[in-house]
């Protein structure tokens, strides 16, 4: 119980999936997101949950990034962030090397961004 007043958290979290231009999945990627306590890794299935509103941020060590003009990657790794039925456009992120974007149809599919290689980015769910 308690007064009317007292915030009440949403019920029911939100579910995306990490995948690359083929739709497999990105697993083992840390993320953490603002109602977290600890940091996690999407799993075999590349999904991550978070409530609406909230801020997630992904380390993306280890990943060659999608700069095409990068002479250090030997090829670009491209991730998509969808549901289960579409890519998610419209999504606010910034990158530590990167800089700051907003998902987008590439060409190939809705919910791509851009990343530096080894880079982290946050994003505003």
Do not use: H
Not at 93 to 107: A, I, K, L, Q, R
């Amino acid at each position: 119980g308690g007064s009317s007043g007292d915030y009440v958290p949403p019920s029911d979290l939100t579910t995306l999936f990490l995948v690359d231009e083929y739709g497999n999945s990105y697993s083992g990627i840390p993320y953490i997101c603002d109602s977290m306590a600890v940091w996690s890794a999407t799993p075999a299935n590349g999904e991550f949950s978070f409530y609406p509103g909230e801020n997630c941020t992904f380390d993306f060590t280890g990943l060659y990034g999608t700069d095409p003009l990068d002479p250090t990657v030997p090829y670009n790794e491209y991730i998509y962030i969808v549901d289960l039925d579409n890519g998610k456009n419209g999504i606010p992120y910034e990158c530590e090397y990167f800089g700051v974007g907003t998902t987008y149809n590439d060409g190939v599919w809705d919910g791509a961004f851009d990343y530096d290689a080894d880079d982290a980015c946050v994003f505003y769910l």
